[in-house]
């Protein structure tokens, strides 16, 4: 019986692309405005609480609440943007160098955090 020819599948090269994938700048700023946020806007709703008397806090009446809020969500906004351009970051790595660096990099960090956990 003849043998059928095997078929040859052509070399991956990627599409070429006119934008450069986002780069991120040093984010060591971002968990500490974010939490600061937070933070400034739990106090400022506390400080209203526990002593409405004071100058400033009794000016604003109830309007502190939303002060507070606007703090704790200008934290959530910073938190998000952070997030989305981490991600963004990611699947510009996997699509220029595939999935086997992120796997290896996934299996390492896996074995480290488990190799901590049980020290």
């Known amino acids: 019986m003849p043998e059928s020819r095997p078929r040859k ?13 986002a780069r991120i ?6 968990a500490p405005v974010m939490v600061g946020c937070w ?7 506390v400080v209203f609480y526990l002593a409405p008397d004071l100058k400033y806090v009794s000016d ?6 939303v002060v507070g809020m606007v703090f704790i ?8 943007l952070s997030g989305l351009l981490v991600v963004k970051t990611m699947i510009a790595f996997v ?6 660096p992120f796997g290896w990099w996934r299996i390492v ?3 480290l955090g ?3 956990l049980s020290r």
Do not use: Q
Request: overall charge positive; cysteine-free; hydrophobic content about 50%.
């Open 114 to 116: 488990l190799w901590l």
């Open 25 to 30: 700048g040093s984010g060591r700023w971002v």
């Open 109 to 111: 960090v896996g074995v």
């Open 73 to 80: 969500a200008v934290g959530f906004v910073v938190a998000f």
């Open 60 to 65: 604003l009446g109830n309007w502190n609440l």
């Open 95 to 100: 699509a220029r160098h595939g999935f086997t």
């Open 39 to 45: 933070v400034l806007g739990l106090a400022w709703i």
């Open 9 to 21: 599948k052509p070399e991956y090269t990627a599409p070429a692309t006119s934008r450069k994938p």
